[in-house]
């Protein structure tokens, strides 16, 4: 496992971080499974060329014809072949008060204040609150294997920022993934659980790198965050 780089001086409790993160599917809806693959006699030129412009006119004049199933498949390709030419994209990135059920389907935290533990009220002994948030790509990669399934293949970074932007604590690779879809796979999400042991209370920044090892591309998430002592239950 790589070593977590530190910028000098940084408080030394900082490296006591602790990162996990977990991918988890949802299920193939429909719409999200990739269309049959037609017989190499009978791909359309648009096809050929990963055209989706023409793709969605091959579609509306076979609508116009009536073959409506044809015209799914057709709509359904063209969108692979605009999400095969867009670059990687974090749709969503929210704070969430429990890791996610489903793709879509959490819960969003009301603020971003996480409690530490305190001699007054040492709740989560030695941790403090962990932190959970629900990311969802848009645009990945999905490499085309022998067998006709899809590889999707993503590593994370993730830095802590001080108020002022100054890197108190990063980690190269904390967190890779790699998975076979049956499918042209376009709905799914990352579960990310972070903790901040000892870190002193404040304000920070985290900043999550999510690196598409397939498309070669990455895009950033900075979620603001803030650490608070745990004060005395009221009687």
């Known amino acids: 496992m790589p070593e977590p780089r530190k910028t000098p001086g940084a408080p030394a409790l900082l490296a006591t971080l602790l990162a996990a993160a977990v991918l988890l599917f949802s299920g193939y809806a429909r719409g999200a499974d990739q269309a049959p693959a037609k017989p190499a006699a009978e791909t359309s030129a648009a096809e050929a060329q990963g055209d989706p412009a023409a793709l969605l006119q091959e579609a509306l004049g076979s609508l116009k014809e009536g073959r409506e199933e044809e015209a799914q498949a057709q709509i359904s390709r063209a969108a692979e072949a605009l999400w095969e030419k867009l670059p990687l994209k974090l749709a969503r990135t929210v704070l969430v008060a429990e890791p996610a059920k ?15 533990a305190s001699p007054d009220r040492p ?12 990311m969802k790509p848009l645009n990945y990669g999905l490499k085309s294997l022998p067998d006709g399934s899809r590889e999707i293949s993503f590593a994370m970074d993730v830095e802590l920022l001080d108020a002022q932007g100054k890197e108190l604590f990063g980690k190269k690779n904390f967190m890779k993934v790699n998975t076979i879809s049956q ?45 608070a002592l745990a004060q005395p239950e009221k009687k």
């Open 183 to 227: 499918g042209y796979k376009r709905e799914f999400f990352l579960n990310v659980t972070l903790n901040l042991k000892g870190a002193p209370i404040g304000a920070y920044e985290l900043r999550l790198t999510l690196k598409d090892l397939v498309k070669k591309q990455q895009a950033v998430a900075t979620v603001p965050v803030r650490l």
């Open 102 to 116: 489903g793709y879509g389907i959490y819960k969003p935290r009301k603020d971003n204040v996480y409690l530490m």
């Open 123 to 134: 709740v989560f002994p030695g941790r403090g609150q962990p932190i959970y948030i629900y």
